[in-house]
């Protein structure tokens, strides 16, 4: 399978823990994208890097929030010191370039107790 | 990236088209009408693109109205695995603003 893909599927942590999701995107796409999408809601945008470099960040990326692409392939998403309200689906997606296809994964779902 | 409005929810029986509609009456020039697609605990998955004329895919058809201030999705003929919330994006950046969507229902 050559699609998106994000691990772990699923995460319960304790309020104040720090938590760590990765994306592999489609091989080649320069393009990589977080979202996050709570119950009921379609995505929000978080974040987006064209290769290694993180060009765009939502207002919803508050400084708890850190987000990688190192070598510009695989991205890290970082929540430190997480609360409740962080529980959400964290979602990835790819495209090759600008204004082109975006290609989901399954999706990180994080429950903060 | 211009606001959308699409209806709460839809029903539709099993082998019947759906045409599920979208205004976006502050679209722009540069904006592309998208139309993504989630199923129940999945990502999105996207359906179909267009910018001015009508597009057809294996998956759907999208048709674009002149003022391009609304557009439709059609599914020509529904199946229980088209039972999903539909999104209708427009958008000229790389980011995807999404709203509520459709909930499809398919009845067999």
């Known amino acids: 399978d050559t699609g998106v893909s994000q691990n772990p599927r699923h995460k319960i942590t304790k309020r104040g823990q720090n938590v760590t999701f990765r994306c592999d995107p489609i091989s080649e796409h320069n393009r990589l994208y977080w979202y996050r999408q709570t119950l009921g809601q379609g995505p929000e945008f978080l974040t987006y890097f064209q290769n290694e470099a993180q060009l765009e960040k939502s207002r919803l990326l508050s400084d708890r929030f850190s987000a990688e692409r190192p070598k510009g392939s695989f991205s890290t998403l970082e929540i430190q010191r997480t609360e409740q309200g962080d529980s959400a689906m964290y979602l990835c997606?790819?495209?090759?370039?600008?204004?082109?296809?975006?290609?989901f994964g399954p999706g990180t779902r994080l429950l903060v107790l | 990236d211009a606001k959308t409005t699409q209806p709460n929810s839809m029903e539709s029986n099993e082998e019947e088209p759906v045409h599920l509609p979208c205004n976006h009456s502050t679209i722009s020039g540069t904006d592309y009408i998208h139309w993504y697609r989630q199923l129940p605990s999945q990502g999105p998955e996207y359906v179909i693109h267009?910018?001015?004329s009508n597009v057809n895919n294996r998956m759907a058809s999208l048709a674009i109205a002149e003022d391009r201030k609304s557009s439709t999705l059609i599914l020509h003929r529904a199946t229980l695995r088209d039972a999903a919330v539909y999104y209708c994006?427009?958008?000229?950046?790389?980011?995807?603003?999404f709203g509520e969507g459709t909930q499809l229902t398919v009845n067999p």
């Open positions: 997606a790819s495209s090759r370039e600008w204004g082109e296809t975006q290609y």
């Open positions: 994006i427009a958008t000229s950046g790389s980011r995807l603003t």
């Open positions: 267009g910018l001015t």
